[in-house]
């Protein structure tokens, strides 16, 4: 979706939305308009749409007013995303192939106006690659939002906000993608084709090189399948052309299982073509550091991703079977289907061992149990650093991606100790979700500020949410890349 600023000199578009707040129906509106809409019981709240048809000319145009609620409300620029996404929901398909959103009178300013931009461009996302009989009426028809009178510093505010946007999508883009077309290389080759030109520095390891280093939590996984593992690593150094970082860069750590079948300890049938989201964490890596690099984040990030797939070969990890990870950590593996963890322990390694990072966020689709827990309106935060959990989750609540920290504690290892290994991969059914963080704990260097942010029944939705359709949500991005604003770059 593209958006361009323009004045109402300029001519416009046959639709065109103006921003009304709640209870405050613009006073210039023609006389029909405003007796519709009341008639309608358009009062501006969040998201609601009225549409009108006024005479224009010799033509006619298509008027929308689209509510923004009330300008006080907490979650402020929540509402004003869902406003840009609402209009974009409503006539995605319309037939419509530009949209103006007229901000006369809106009083919001630019920042604001950024943010119902955004959210009109992230509603538009769609994945209809593999559809080949679509409907006219079916298929995508606005291509264009088109921003008239816009605040100052609008324009300014929307290209940082367009580079997320960007990121956002490209991590939808990944996570929607079918297994059979992404997997560990092309998750690859589909990064650096993405990353090319800005600024990137992109180390790519593959099996030889993992397993000259050790990685064999991570090649267990992979070794079932036909399809070689492999460890991707972004760096921005975004730092050096601005803020320094003094404390060492950041490093954020993704789970990419571009299809779990769950191994031996095979998934039941039903479902799991939804396995080809468990790389969900890593997707998220990588659409964040597209978004920092496309902004010119001045901050010194690292983003890396293990990729493998798991599948149930003869050739595949037994249950039972002991795995000696790069850390030097033994680990005996109860259940092949607790994968994620054994890529991303050696992940953290690595990461640590070859640019010593101080803090470290991880992300991952990593249990069913958060899932359980929280089902689809939170990621779950587990870390080892009460600042760092702070401002994750202010970040989360600033960004959309909102996230709930969970405890850890020592009395929850004895859950995962092993009889002949220095841990087995999985605890009991209950507290799913802390062991399998405590587990991830015992791979971060002492020191080290580290947070667990368990993705699982965010990455994917089943109906429209927000500012998506059903699908990929590009869940993570957000925090992250907020996280980075307010914090690395402040």
Known sequence: MKVVFRT??????????????QDALPSDLDAVVREGAAAARFAGKVGQVF???????????????AGLGKADATERSASLEKAGAALTAKYLTSGETSLAIDFSGSGLSGAEAASVLFGARLRGWRHDVYRTKLSDEQKPSLTEIVAVNAPEGAAAAWEI??????GIEFTRELVAEPANIIYPESFVERAKARLEGTGVEILVLGLKEMTELGMGALLGVAQGSVREPKLLAMRWKGAEAGASSSSGPTAFVGKGVTFDTGGISIKPAAGMEDMKWDMGGAGAVAGTMLALAKRKAKADVIGVCGLVENMPDGNAQRPGDVVTSMSGQTVEVINTDAEGRLVLCDALTWVQKEYSPKTIVDLATLTGAMIISLGHEYGGMFANDDDLAAKLDAAGKASGDKLWRFPLGPSYDKLIESPIADMKNVGPRYGGSITAAQFLQRYIDKGVAWAHLDIAGMVWADKPGQTWDKGATGFGVRVLDRYVRDVLEA
């Open 161 to 166: 906000e367009s580079a997320l946007a960007e």
């Open 51 to 65: 549409e009108a048809f006024v005479a224009h000319d010799a033509g006619v145009k298509r008027l929308a007013l």
């Open 8 to 21: 109402s000199d300029a001519p416009l578009p046959r639709l065109v939305a103006r921003l009304v707040a």
